[in-house]
């Protein structure tokens, strides 16, 4: 079941991606104590937040997995895209709050506090910089695997958190060279990343609960399948709409008028299994049977009603 390999994907790297954002914050916060860079104790503090977002990931992915019961009869998938899009949420606000420091950092200009960073900050944000976008990759790559919306927007935070750092280094190296303004710099340009990203991730997810149609290169598959079936003379009508991370079809088939009952069945079920056993993401299948006339100048007219 996909369902299932999805939660086992989601949970390995979420455990995985949890353990190693706890060390890296740690690492950040004594480096940033040790070598005075006020920049690398805050980007110790978004690591941290990291750990949460995370476990938003876990929770989501496991009730998406839940199977269909009374009250949720079609299952539960759409849960993952409200994972996604309160990651999303936290993510826009992590932009907001980096651009907002630099802005008022700059409009200020108060650095009567600064203390210039010892050699340990600029080693933490190079490292922090490294790792991050390594746990990004690894978490974005298992997030196509299974087409995850929540892991997909977990990846992104890793690399808001990888583009943090860059704002830390630039920090460090703006400290070390007597220009404090750098980091305000490069907290502006590192939020309208991350609040593209945010935008897009809550755009994604927000399209899969309203019951958009999968994309048209799958639609095109399907339809080319259930034409080759045996016994199908044309596919009248061919409807897609995704449900959370799966798909769900309706397809309107013509086949001979003069077959029996029974044998107009046995079409449909080979047009129905072959869809589930040839396209993974297919969760559900509708197959009307129509009569085959090739005179129907109603066919494949007004498809989307």
């Known amino acids: 079941m ?11 790297v979420s455990v995985i991606t949890i353990i190693i954002n706890a060390a890296l914050s740690v690492f950040k916060l004594l480096a940033g104590i040790l070598g005075n860079s006020y920049a690398l104790i805050s980007d110790a503090v978004h690591s941290a937040s990291d750990v949460f977002s995370t476990v938003i990931v876990i929770i989501g992915v496991k009730i998406s997995a839940k199977k269909a019961d009374k009250n949720h009869q079609f299952g539960h998938e759409r ?26 950092n700059i409009i200020t200009g108060d650095y009567k506090d600064f203390a210039v960073p010892g050699v340990i900050a600029l080693v933490a944000a190079a490292v922090s910089i490294v790792v991050k976008e390594g746990m990004f990759w690894y978490t974005y790559i298992a997030a196509k695997k299974v087409n995850s919306s929540a892991l997909k927007a977990d990846a992104w935070h890793h690399r808001s958190d990888a583009l943090s750092s ?60 259930i034409e080759a079936c045996e016994g199908v003379k ?15 079809v309706i397809a309107e088939i013509a086949c001979d008028g003069n077959l029996s009952l ?10 129905h299994n072959g869809i589930e056993e040839n396209f993974s993401a297919v969760k559900h299948i509708t197959i009307h049977v129509n009569p085959f006339n090739e005179t129907d100048e109603n066919a494949n007219e007004d498809m989307y009603s």
């Open 166 to 225: 860059i704002g830390s280094l630039i920090g460090v190296v703006g400290g070390l060279c007597g220009v404090q303004i750098l980091d305000s710099i490069a907290c502006i340009v590192i939020c309208l990343f991350i609040l593209k990203a945010a935008i897009q991730i809550f755009i994604d997810a927000v399209k899969k609960m309203t019951d958009e149609a999968c994309d048209e290169k799958t639609q095109t598959e399907i339809r080319e399948f």
């Open 2 to 12: 996909q369902s299932d390999n999805l939660q086992k994907v989601a949970v390995k």
């Open 79 to 104: 849960f993952e895209c409200v994972a996604a899009i309160l990651l999303a949420v936290v993510l826009f606000a992590t932009g907001v709050g980096i651009g907002y420091s630099g802005v008022s």
């Open 234 to 248: 044309r596919v009248d009508k061919l409807l897609t709409r995704m449900f959370g991370n799966r798909i769900y």
């Open 262 to 271: 029974t044998e107009a069945h046995a079409i449909a079920e080979a047009v």
